[in-house]
């Protein structure tokens, strides 16, 4: 009985284990959207293709362009071809897709 009771309280007494603490939540890690990439999302959220300006981030231009795929619509987009791309985003809405490309 001595050895019993000695033993429920060498338990109740003994320190926590680590492995009993809480768990520490790993931080947030902020997804960085590019600029190109927010303005092609709100494009397709407003179903319109438009410069919507706030300026070009480190580019010197932008473009924009719509078409039925990803690819045709950032071809569609103002200068393709002619200037460096340095950003370019794309957002679906239903059927149609909408671009955005910042260029150097």
């Given at each position: 009985?001595?050895?019993?009771a000695?033993l429920?309280?060498?338990?109740?007494?003994?320190?926590?284990?680590?492995?009993?603490?809480?768990p520490?939540?790993s931080?947030?890690?902020?997804?960085?959207?590019?600029?190109?990439?927010?303005?092609?999302?709100?494009?397709?959220?407003?179903?319109?293709?438009?410069?919507?300006?706030?300026?070009?981030?480190?580019?010197?231009?932008?473009?924009?362009?719509?078409?039925?795929?990803?690819?045709?619509?950032?071809?569609?987009?103002?200068?393709?071809?002619?200037?460096?791309a340095?950003?370019?985003?794309?957002?679906?809405?239903?059927?149609?897709?909408?671009?955005?490309?910042?260029?150097?």
């Amino acid at each position: 009985m001595k050895t019993l009771a000695l033993l429920l309280l060498f338990i109740v007494a003994a320190p926590n284990s680590p492995a009993q603490e809480p768990p520490q939540k790993s931080p947030a890690i902020a997804k960085v959207v590019s600029l190109a990439q927010r303005k092609a999302d709100r494009m397709a959220k407003c179903r319109v293709m438009r410069h919507w300006g706030g300026g070009f981030g480190k580019g010197r231009s932008e473009g924009v362009g719509v078409g039925s795929t990803r690819d045709r619509a950032i071809r569609n987009c103002c200068y393709w071809g002619r200037r460096k791309a340095i950003d370019i985003g794309a957002a679906l809405n239903g059927r149609r897709w909408y671009a955005c490309v910042i260029y150097k």
